[in-house]
Nanobody
Framework: QVQLVESGGGLVQAGGSLRLSCAAS????????MGWFRQAPGKEREFVTA????????YYKDSVKGRFTISRDNAKNTVSLQMNSLKPEDTAVYYC?????????????????WGQGTQVTVSS
């Protein structure tokens, strides 16, 4: 059974930091591209960042560039999201996802497996 389990969410003041982690099991983790998405109340789920399995290339939503950093540890089957300089508009449920696709990693449609999400709340 494939499982992706997020952790590290919580409540933080604007300008603060959080580090999210996603633990994967039941799949050949090193061969999957990994991504983070988020969904705020009343809004569509949106792409935040992704990292490839081949070279560890990274991609970011424009609004988080310079603030968020994605990384992966294939030996531990984990992917992390370091979030700095958090803003109230970053408040959302954050989801970890795994994709076997080589293209369109900003699209929800190419992801095969999803975690159940972890809440991030940024207060002003």
């Amino acid at each position: 059974q494939v499982q992706l389990v997020e952790s590290g969410g919580g409540l933080v003041q604007a300008g603060g930091s959080l580090r999210l982690s996603c633990a994967a099991s039941g799949l050949t983790f090193s061969r999957y591209n990994m991504g983070w998405f988020r969904q705020a109340p009343g809004k569509e789920r949106e792409f935040v960042t992704a990292i490839t399995w081949s070279r560890g290339s990274t991609y970011y939503k424009d609004s988080v560039k310079g603030r968020f950093t994605i990384s992966r540890d294939n030996a531990k089957n984990t992917v992390s999201l370091q979030m700095n300089s958090l803003k109230p508009e970053d408040t959302a449920v954050y989801y970890c996802a795994a994709s076997g696709s080589n293209v369109r990693l900003a699209s929800l449609a190419v992801y095969d497996y999803w975690g159940q999400g972890t809440q991030v709340t940024v207060s002003s």
